[in-house]
């Protein structure tokens, strides 16, 4: 069983800027592909972006370059930094990884004026 904890969520102005974290409890973190999903209200949850553990990397078309997934290993955490954030980036963020689908319980980021 891993526990991944999401942080850095929170209100941002359109074009600003966030930092989300994702703390897993394992010291085997090394060993996860790490995923980023997002869920708006009543929209189904969609893939952001991944890293997997040899750090080869993949983004969602929708994310055009704004996004950057990064993990640093010696801190079990993963991080997805969004710059030029959009109004339609507000949703819940999750973190998940594999093996295993382990699901974080998300961290709300809601991007208004």
């Known amino acids: 069983q891993v526990q991944l904890e999401e942080s850095g969520g929170g209100l941002v102005q359109p074009g600003g800027s966030l930092r989300l974290s994702c703390k897993a409890s394992?010291?085997?973190?090394?060993?996860?592909?790490v995923h980023w999903y997002r869920q708006a209200p009543g929209r189904q949850r969609d893939y952001v972006a991944r890293i997997d553990r040899d750090s080869n990397i993949e983004y969602a078309d929708f994310v055009g370059g704004r996004f950057t997934i990064s993990r640093d290993n010696a801190k079990s955490t993963a991080y997805l930094q969004m710059n030029n954030m959009k109004p339609e980036d507000t949703a819940v963020y999750y973190c998940?990884?594999?093996?295993?689908?382990?699901w974080g319980r998300g961290t709300q980021v809601t991007v208004s004026s």
């Open positions: 394992t010291k085997m973190f090394s060993m996860y592909a």
């Open positions: 998940y990884v594999q093996p295993g689908g382990f």
